[in-house]
Each structure stands twice: as C-alpha cells, then as structure tokens.
C-alpha cells in the first residue's frame, strides 16, 4: 500500500468536511498531540453540505470554550445572532403559540415546584400562560438579549443563551482553526474503501484499512470517523451497520429551505411554526435569515409544501430552493470496527429542537473520553455507543412529544400523530405527568423538566391534578405573589438593550467579555 | 376527584422510625397532614454510631437543627471519608474531588497516567480532603469559599442514641402522635394491590391514608437476595475507649474473611466488624481483632445478616423502609442513609388520593437507581483480589462489570444513576483496589510527560500548603464543638 502518511503516529482519517466534520477536525486538533496523532480531512468541493444546525443549543458555548474560541469572533465570523428560546406557534391549538426557553419558569415556592402552584392558579382562571413566567421568554419577546447575571440570587440568572449562526461560515472558520494546527485537507471523492481481510498487531479483521481516492491516492488510517452526511459512506454503505428507522414516531421525512433578507432588529428566538403536515422555521442571522420547511411527504406533495413555505416568508429570498430528503432514525451502532459515525451519518433526528449540532458535539465529547488507541478494545466501543444511544433516545422522545400531543384538528397529519403509538420511555413519561403534574429528571442526556414543562404546558397537555398541598396558600396571596414575580421580570426586560445593540456589541468588545459557558441548558440554578 | 393524604401512619422502631417521623413531619405537617407512629418494641440492637455522608448538613437544614448542637450533643467528630487498610495498601476515599477544583477536565486521568509506572497506592497527595484526613486535620470553610466548602465535604460520626434523643425531642416538638407499642406483632390487614386497610392494635383498628413500613424481619416474597454480591453474614459492634487521638475519618480495615470498621467518637470509638465467615468460622475473625487490638472485653455477640432489597418497596398505600426494604450490609451505606435517600424522594412524589400508579412506579425505578448504584459501590468491597476484572462477568453485578472494565481500560467512569456514590468516591476505591487504567486521556496528549507530571505536581504542592494551615481535628473540635455533656 503506497501512502505518503506516517506510520508511527495514530492515523485518524475524516471522511467529509461540513459541520459535523470540521467540529470533528477542530476538536481533535486541539486536543491530540501532532507528534502521536495525524488527522487528515477528506472532502469534496463537489459534494454540498447540509448546513444544518443553524440554530443551536447553550452547549455550543461550551465547546467554543473548550476550543479556546473567542465568542465575540465566533459572533464576527460566523454571522451569529443570540438565541434565548424556540417560538412554536400552532402546535397546541392550531391558533396558540408557545415559548420554550433556554431557563426555568418560575421558582420553586416552600419546596414544591412553581408549575404545581401555577396549575392550581391556572384552574381559577388566574394565571398568565405558563411560559409568561420565563425571565428569557419576556427577552424574547421584546427583542432584548444582555448576558445572564452570575449571581444566583438574581432574577437575571435564571437564563442560558445560544446563538443562530450560518452552518457554512462556522464550517469554514473551524477549517481555519483546525488547519492551523497542523490538520491535513485532502480534496477529492472516495473512490473505493478497503478493509482488514486478516487480523494484524494494530487491527482487526473487518477494519477498514484505507481509502482509495479516485485520483489514486490511498489514505491509510487506523481510525476513521464518517461525516459523509446521510450517505454514510463507511458506517453504513461499507460496513453495513444497519438503521433504526424512527418514521413511524417522526413521519416528516422532506425538506426545502430557502435564504431570505436579513432582519434589521433579528429576535433573539427561532420560531418553529407548525403547518398542515409539518412545520417552518425561522432563524435571523446577522446577514440573512434561514427559512425551511419540514413535512411528510405522505400528506404534503413538494409544490404544496414549496407553495406554503414562499408564502409564508416574511423578508424577499435571496437565494433558490434547497430540496432534501431524510429518513428519521439512528444508525444501529455508530462506532462499528474503526469507525465511528458523527452527525448526519450517524443518525437524524429533525432540528426541532436545535439538536443537530449538540449531537455532534457531545459525540465529539464521547469520542474525546473512549478514544481509543491503534488496537480498539470492545470495552471504549460498547461503552461509546451505550452512551450515545442514550443521547440520541432522550432527544428522539423529546421531539416525538410535541407532535404526540399537538392539539389541531384542521389535517390528518395531526390527527395521526395524536393517535400513534410512542415509545414505551415516552409513554411512561407522558403518563406520569398526565397523572399528577410529575416530571421524570433524566440523570443523563439532554431535556431535564423545564424543557418538558415548556411543551407540556405551552401544548395544553394538562394534568389530571396537580400537587394537594399547594392548595394550602391562600388564593389571593398566590395570585399575588405570581403577578409580581411576573411584573419584575418584566421590569428586568425593561432595562435589557434591544438585541440589535447587544449584537452590535460583539463588534468593539474585547475578547471574553462574556460569562463562562455553564453545563446547563437553563441558566446557572438548573 | 383527588384529595390530600391526611393521615399518615409509621409503623417500626428504632432510629430510622425516629428519623423518618422527623423527616415527614417537618416536611407535611405544615400542609395540615397528621403523623403518627406506632413504635414497636426494638427486636434488634441498634447501632452504637451514625456515620453520615455529605448530606448531613443539607438534612439538618432540612429539619431545622443547628448543625453544630447536633454534633456537640452527639459527641460527633468529623469525617472527611474512609480510610482503607486494604489489599495491603493504606488509601483513603474522600466524599470530595480530587484537585483544587470540582470538574476539571482530565486531572483524574492525568494523575493516573502520572502515577502509572510509579509503585504509588493512594491518591491521597493530589485530594484536599485525604490529605487533610490523613494528616489528622480538618476546618469547615467559610461561606465565602464554596471552592473550599467541595474540596473539604465532610460527614459526621454521631453517637446514635444522643442522636435519636435529638430527634425525639424534633418529633414531640412537632406535635407527632406517638405510640408506643409492648409488642412487635401486629395484626395488619393488606389486600392483594399492597393496600393496608387496617392496622390492629391491642383489639382496636387503626387506618390511615398512608403507611410507612419500618418493620424489621419480615419474610417477603419479593426480596432479592444479594448474598453473592454482598456476602456479609455475621455483624457485631461495641464502644471501645476513645484513642489518643481523633480522626477525622471512619477506618476499614479488611480482615481475613471479613472488615472492620472504626469510628472516632469525642466519648469513644466504635468498632463495627462485618464477617462473611461461617458461624463456625467467627473464632478467626475474634483472634484476628485480638491481633490488631480491637477485640472487646466481653464476649462479642454476633447477629447474622442477610443483604436483600425489596424490588418495589411502595406498594398500593404503604412504603417500606429501613430495613424493611433494603439491607446493604452497613459497611459503606448505613441504614439511616437509606431511610433518608428513600424519603427525600418519597416527599418529591407526594401523592393525592387516590394514588396513582404511575407515581408509584415512578418512585421504585428511583428507587432502583440508588440500589444499583448503592450495590455497585459495596459490592466492589468484596471483590476478589485482582488487577484485572475483564473476565469476571458472571460474578458481578453488569453494571459494576462495566464500571471496572472502563476505568481499567481508560481511567473513566460509567454514569451514574442517582447522588448514592460521588465520582471522586468511585476513583479512589477503584485506585485503591489496585486498578490502574491501560490507556492514557487523549485530552492531554499535547503535553509531554514532564508538563503532565509538572502540573500535577504543583496542585499537589498547593494542597500541601492548603492542609499546612489548617488546625488539627482535635484542636478544631474542642474549640469549636466541645461536647455538650461534658
């Protein structure tokens, strides 16, 4: 085998740049030593990229962080918008709308959860939408963004914030990053991809042994990680991994995404609209805005899909239509033999919820932490993949419930989803909320009870009954004390700048001027 | 249409009956709900010594005691962790991180790849906690250190019968109904969901909404048996004269065919020894405590054990507890630990009227998360002697299986499923039972050997002049926490 690469460092081969692969690259271009470890991207000018994940999660700070990044720069070179919740108009009933914020919604009263107390108050017709009570829903709303404060006993702490980005600009800026240090770029197509037929001292039979590129080229690796998108170059069309489809939970399996005209004052959220057999998103970048449409294709043939989502654009496009197609679900295991699967390849779940990149991340994490050495053992495979199911089953149950309990009668998409079966996790999740306003707190995974709370209320999933023992404050001191927590938040908003001027901001700021990245989705007391 | 629980009744004895009602009590009395206990005479004898964890202090906010009355009144000293005189080394398990600070990325497994080719047992140099422990000394950081506060997490050792009087005195504060009871039967009406409708005392029937079960030595159908995993078979325990100096740490030390542990009091120690012998067999263990000069004056009257847990110990309207539903042995978990954990979750899900069964369910996978993990990290005690684990599947439970196999092979840990074991608990002990992790942390593959080593180094330097400072255990309790009966 002729290869160029130098067979005393561990190889590590990525298979596609985008995203997902340049996050890669980046991460273990900052942590691995250039003396032990070679890490060569292979990508393609040919192939497109999805660009997904332009609206994120609060974890993305932490990777930054992890990266050394500077968040004004980040902000500077990849067109970035702050994020302080998701709007899902029309996904209860067909004419409501709801926020689900990066915070909590309210605060616990005499150890018993504040959405027990807004349930009681709710059932007297004195409580605002639960949502209302959200410090970062309230910033949303009047397009104002200020950094969370550190102190916990502030209001204004009660809060995390992520960022709207162009997938493209951070893939490129990653690239920079990671080049920098010493990653190798290989342009070009695979061409054939060839495996281990017998066992040596730093393989095993059934590894994958190389890549051969159509020019002729052969990149030899002893780990490769596929981020060849939906293809599944490795994981799937070479070593056959196999694929749990999600449909029948997540019919939606199309989208067309569209760019508009930027926003002069961009809100601080994503909205996530439902339609007749899917929904729309929104997401104000400095530069442009994105626009998407996610359907089924089952209800919804492309031109009408196409028609609702021109339609229903607010700013003039700026680009043509971008068509995909996906089907939901996981790879079966994404580390198989000396492959490990991150990002489109390794499974899709529709960006919802923002997920796209978290998942890429904490996949990035997972990798850091089992990495292996030239001889993979079963113990860092098996571990990685029990711990990344894990991931991909919290969120998949998480999406799954907001269409499980949407409340719209006008389609029967809707009416399908509100009657198909879920899984046996989500069921038992839904239930015990359903039975007495309780919330199950993964340990591990994303979404812990706000999240949940969020679509729970915001849908209109009530509970059968809530805690008996808040029924013990008296109504008029709970309706009071309610209306000013409500009205100080709104007064804290007051004072916040417009999100236009805290955006501004990041153009003269000095590098880290900007709170440290907490672990949670919700502020520093989650 | 749902109504409030009212009317709880506690069935059991004890200190975990005492801790229980206080617990519910300061919890529901305040929304209107009765309490009352029907205190069985004690069967069994109770434990000479509490030993706590962290959650020490988080409790006695809980219940409104001055933290600093209870440890004067109970003759309590502090506990920064365990020692271990074990696999013929000397470690130390800290409840607190290793370092100077909580979450840093990697320390654990830079250390780890420091310590690789040295012959070094402990990681007692690189934990503010161990070294503190193990150079006797000890302080409770200010508020304005909550660095400091984690890098020094402590527990107490407590007299156990000050402290039941302690929270005795809690429960008549708190208006409980008592009764005492002159005989443990009890004639208890049950239906096939777990509902107790009645309960029969001296010929009169008492109801309430709901029940907590605290009594000992009931046969149940749904025990699972752990004798493989926690072989512990004979208990015993006696106060022996205090030592010349106090630690601020419980110390087990593993005997042939068993452990013992001992725990400094201000008025005493006490010696707890759990064999996995045969009743036949117990004359070894009493020469080996004569050897070591912990045997008592009197003859040592052993109890036999039984490690079981109840699958499912929230049936229809009645919760078990204590002993009722779990027996860990008492080496690492005591049964007060577990009374606490199960009702701190218990008053997470409070019921309505009628109960629903989802929270039910709820409660006992909770439930067995703690277990898991609770097993897991007193199961890893018994572990055969060895410095390999890979091929021992059959014998463990899986999930410690998984857990040893990982920090062998890379120095990490499996995630956790409840608060029982702290990760900083689980490297120590791991450490100490002679693993050490094959592969290095990539994260720190950019620094040579000399930086890694460097690094560590310094903090072990800082922790060094950090433990330099403090006062001594001794000196720290007379100044500040004499005991109150002296």
Known sequence: MSTTQNKTRQQVVILGGGSSGWMTAASLARFLCPHHYCITLIESELIGTVGVGEATLPHLRSFNQLLGIDENEFMRETGATYKLAIQFPGWGAKENSYFHPFGLSGQDINGIDFHQYWLRLRQHGKAL????????????????????????????????????????????????????????????????????????????????????????????????????????????????????????????????????????????????????????????????????????????????????????????PTAGLNKLRFTTGKRKATWQYNCVAIGLSAGFLEPLESTSLYLVQIAIQKLLEHFPSRTIGDVERDSYNR????????????????????????????????????????????????????????????????????????????????????DLAPLDSLENYLANFHQQLVNAVNLMPLHSNSIKLTKQMAPSLYPAAPRSLYGINA | MNTTIKHITIMGSGIELYMTAAILSVALLPFGINIKVLALPTTDVDALVETTGPEFSALCNILGLVERDVVRQCYGTFRLGSRYLANHHDWFVPFAHLGLK??????????????????????????????????????????????LQQALDYGVHLDAAQYRQILATLCQKQGVEWRELTSSSLQVDRDDLGNIGTVVVDGNPIKADFWFDLRAGRSHIAWQDWQSYLPVTFYAQWQALPTQTLSPYSQLQQLQGGWVKTSPLQNGKVVQVFSHQKQCDLAQIEQQLITLGLAPQSTISWKAVRCHVLESPWQGNCLSLGEAAIDLGGLVFSKLQCVQTALVQFIDLFPDLPIGEHNRQHYNNVWQCFVQDALDFSAAHYLPQSTSYSNCLNDLPKSLWQRLQLFERLGRLTPMHSDAVSESQWYHLLFGLGLRPQLNSVVLSSMTEQQVQSATQQVKQSIAALVAGMPSHEQYLARFYPPLNQ
């Open chain 1, 387 to 470: 711990q990344m199911d894990n991931e991909y089953l919290r969120v998949r149950d998480f999406i799954i419930l907001h269409y499980k309990v949407n409340q719209r009668q006008d389609s029967d998409f809707w009416r399908y989803c509100q009657n198909m079966a879920v899984p046996d996790s989500l069921a038992a999740q839904m239930e015990l909320f359903k039975e007495g306003a309780r919330i199950s707190e993964y340990r591990q995974g994303l979404f812990l009870p706000a999240s949940w709370l969020a679509v729970y209320l915001g849908q209109g999933m009530l509970p059968k009954r809530y805690d008996g023992r808040v």
């Open chain 1, 129 to 316: 939408p639960f949502d209302q009570y959200s410090i970062a829903v309230q910033a949303a709303k009047q397009q104002k963004f200020s950094y969370p404060s550190d102190n916990p006993q502030d209001l204004r702490a009660d809060y995390g914030y992520a960022f709207h980005l162009d997938a493209t600009l951070y893939a490129q800026y990653l690239r920079k990053y990671a080049e920098q240090r010493g990653v190798q770029r290989i342009e070009g197509k695979v061409a054939e991809v060839r495996r281990h037929e017998h066992e040596t001292l730093d393989a095993k039979r059934g590894d994958i042994a190389c890549l051969v590129m159509e020019s002729g080229q052969i990149i030899g690796g002893d780990l490769f990680i596929d981020c060849s998108g939906f293809a599944g170059v490795l994981i799937e069309q070479n070593l056959k991994t196999g694929y749990e489809n999600w449909t029948h939970w997540l019919p939606c399996d199309r989208a067309i995404a569209v760019p508009t005209e930027r926003i002069e004052n961009p809100p601080p959220y994503t909205r996530a609209a439902a339609k007749s057999a899917g929904w729309q998103w929104r997401i104000p970048l400095q530069h442009r805005t994105g626009n998407g449409i996610v359907y089924c294709s089952g209800y919804l043939n492309d031109q009408q899909a196409q028609d609702i989502l021109l339609k229903d654009i607010e700013e003039p």
């Open chain 2, 102 to 147: 909580a979450q840093q990325d990697d320390f654990e497994q830079g250390l780890f790849q420091v310590l690789k080719p040295t012959n070094i047992n402990n990681l007692n140099p690189w934990s503010p906690a161990s070294s503190a422990a193990m150079s006797g000394k000890f302080a409770i950081a200010g508020k304005d250190r909550p660095d």
